[in-house]
Each structure stands twice: as structure tokens, then as C-alpha cells.
């Protein structure tokens, strides 16, 4: 179960850093950021995380928004697997090479 928690709080630490990129980039190359090779990399990273953003979010959400909603929902599941890390971490007095 500590392998599980780890793995997701890395999964959503490598989807923080990807989605903090990407908007970066699109804050520094404004409109010209689709033809930046990099930021379709990270949008090719982070598409599995919007997708799911766009699907549980109510139609009412504008498009533009989606990234934003995509990084909350991944900031929480990060939140959620750091508190599982520690409180099985602590469970298990430490002993784990994960835990360190």
C-alpha cells in the first residue's frame, strides 16, 4: 500500500510540474505557444489530466479553464497521497527505504 501512495504522489508531482510549465510557457510565448514544440510536449504530458478535468467538470466550464481545473484536481490527489505516505509511513515506525 506505501508503493501505491508513492506512486501516485509522483504521478501527480510529474503532472504539477508539467501543467506549472505548460502555463508558464503559455504566459511567455502568449499567443504563439501552440507552435512552440516544448509546450506540445507538455500538452501531450498533461492531456490525460485535462481529459479527466474536462469529463467531471459541468459543461458550464470554459475550455480556457480546464488547465486550472486539471491542477486542482491533481493538486488534492497529490494532498491525498502525501497524508496516505505519512500516515502509513508512521504506521510502520519508519523502517520502509520509501518512507526516507
Not at 510565448?29 to 498533461?46: E, P
Request: glycine letters at 4%; one cysteine or more; charged letters at 15%.
Amino acid at each position: 500500500m506505501l508503493l501505491v501512495a508513492a506512486a501516485v504522489k509522483l504521478i501527480a508531482e510529474i503532472a504539477l510540474m508539467a501543467l506549472l510549465g505548460q502555463g508558464l510557457l503559455a504566459v511567455l510565448a502568449g499567443d504563439r505557444r501552440h507552435d512552440n514544440f516544448f509546450y506540445k510536449t507538455l500538452q501531450v504530458i498533461t492531456r490525460p489530466f485535462t481529459s479527466l478535468a474536462r469529463l467531471i467538470t459541468p459543461r458550464v466550464v470554459v475550455d480556457r479553464h480546464i488547465p486550472f481545473a486539471a491542477f486542482a484536481m491533481v493538486l488534492g490527489a497529490w494532498v491525498f497521497a502525501t497524508m496516505g505516505k505519512v500516515s502509513l509511513c508512521v504506521d510502520i515506525a519508519l523502517a520502509s527505504q520509501i518512507c526516507r
